[in-house]
């Protein structure tokens, strides 16, 4: 069965560095575009980053997202990070009609 498991998520001081892992199973992992998604309680689901199945990547500010076809993961490296950045990160893997989600990975930035 497909799945997306995220990790990498956890505390963090204002202005640091952190990095998110989606580790992919049970797919072709070369036939997905790889998003990564944010929700802050009472709003809605907001992508931040995004990369092609050739590599071409799009993302908010202060934020990269990268892939790795050998270890079949998606990454996002989000810097200098901020008190609204405290929000659960989810990561899609999407191709066609089907999109799968993993679990969600919680960020906390403060002091």
């Known amino acids: 069965q497909v799945q997306l498991v995220e990790s990498g998520g956890g505390w963090v001081q204002p202005g640091g560095s952190l990095t998110l892992s989606c580790a992919a199973s049970g797919l072709t992992f070369t036939s997905y575009v790889m998003k990564w998604y944010r929700q802050a309680p009472g709003k809605a689901r907001e992508l931040v980053a995004s990369?092609?199945?050739g590599g071409t990547a799009n993302t908010v500010p202060r934020f990269f997202i990268s892939r790795d076809t050998a270890r079949k993961s998606a990454y996002l490296l989000m810097n200098s990070l901020k008190s609204e950045d405290t929000v659960k990160y989810y990561c899609?893997?999407?191709?066609?009609?089907?999109?799968?989600w993993g679990q969600g990975t919680q960020v906390t930035v403060s002091t």
């Open positions: 990369i092609s199945t």
């Open positions: 899609s893997a999407g191709t066609g009609s089907l999109k799968y």
